[in-house]
């Protein structure tokens, strides 16, 4: 079984999406903190919907390939989620 990250980069871009490859220093810096960034094409990769943005990690592809969900719909979820990435409880 293999996964196909280049097609599913252009889908996330499809459904409006933004896609940033990680700077050296946000890759080592995952890396350091256990939490490797997927590879493609020797890079990292960040996904946001222009408030949130999360670091796509093999978890993701775990959780879609366990659970039989959609990637696009998964990431999509997460993403705007009230307590996804970059959640800021009022206090």
């Known amino acids: ?3 196909n990250v280049s097609m ?8 409006g999406l933004q896609i940033r490859e990680a700077t050296n220093k946000e890759f ?3 890396e350091q903190q256990g939490f490797p960034l997927v590879r493609h094409n020797g890079k990292g990769y960040f996904v946001g919907n222009g408030e949130r943005e999360l670091q796509i990690l093999d978890g993701i592809f775990l959780r879609v390939l366990f659970h039989c969900q959609r ?3 998964t990431i999509q979820a997460i993403l705007e989620a009230p307590d996804g990435p970059g959640y800021e409880p009022d206090v």
């Open 71 to 73: 990637p696009v719909n």
């Open 8 to 15: 599913l980069l252009e889908k996330l871009q499809k459904v």
């Open 28 to 30: 080592s810096q995952a």
């Open 1 to 3: 079984m293999g996964l």
